[in-house]
């Protein structure tokens, strides 16, 4: 498992998307400077390297026609020049269907910088600091000959959040004393993340 950290751009971790897929999806990218992403790309490079191989020796026929695909990709501004990040996509399917035949639900753990989990009342906005844990699982597209990695989304972690549409009334009102909501009960969710007082500071 790899946990990346960076910010987060279009995050969709509490209620699966299905405006493309009707049986839901949870996904984030993260936005990583390219200097503070050489050693994870190095990793997911030689990943994709070890399936080419692999593909390579099982089908030998196939050399000349296979190609690879990054893990990530530039990120370009609107005129289309690299803005020195790279992203990185990840996504959890919100339905899987076992070999058996039974469908099972899933959903991606999102925890606070204190590893509690989080209810969904607060939005994650762009721009927030946060961590993903994702799967890495090279693959070898039959229709397309191209060889490249899958990023399974496992858990989220929220270093800083920026609020998504903090013009709300978090944004109104000043802080002052009295009721404070109850956190969501912790659950062992918040295990896929050390604790964030502690290497909040830290790389990936």
């Excluded at 751009?9 to 993260?30: C, H, L, M, N």
């Excluded at 503070?36 to 390297?49: G, I, Y």
């Excluded at 946060?130 to 397309?144: D, G, H, Q, R």
């Excluded at 989220?156 to 609020?163: A, D, M, P, T």
Aim: aromatic letters at 6%; one cysteine or more.
């Amino acid at each position: 498992m790899l946990i990346i950290k960076g910010n987060a751009k279009w995050a969709k971790v509490f209620e699966p998307d299905t405006r493309f897929d009707p049986e839901g999806s949870y996904s984030i990218q993260v936005l990583v400077p390219e200097v503070e992403a050489a050693e994870v790309c190095e990793q997911l490079d030689a990943m994709v390297q070890t399936k080419l191989a692999e593909v390579v020796k099982e089908q030998p026929k196939l050399k000349a026609v296979l190609s690879t695909r990054k893990a990530y990709e530039e990120e370009l501004d609107d005129d289309g020049n690299p803005t020195g990040n790279l992203i990185f996509k990840t996504k959890m399917k919100a339905r899987i269907k076992a070999r058996d035949g039974r469908v099972y639900e899933q959903k991606p753990a999102v925890v606070d910088a204190k590893r509690t989990p989080m209810s969904g009342n607060e939005l994650i906005g762009n721009g927030s600091v946060v961590k993903v844990a994702l799967e890495p699982a090279p693959y070898m597209m039959p229709s397309t000959k191209q060889v490249g990695i899958s990023m399974r989304l496992k858990a989220v972690q929220v270093i800083n959040l920026v609020e998504y549409g903090s013009s709300g009334a978090s944004s109104i009102f000043d802080e002052e004393e009295g009721y404070v909501a109850n956190a969501v009960a912790k659950d062992n969710a918040g295990d896929v993340f050390g604790d964030a007082t502690a290497d909040a500071e830290g790389d990936f």
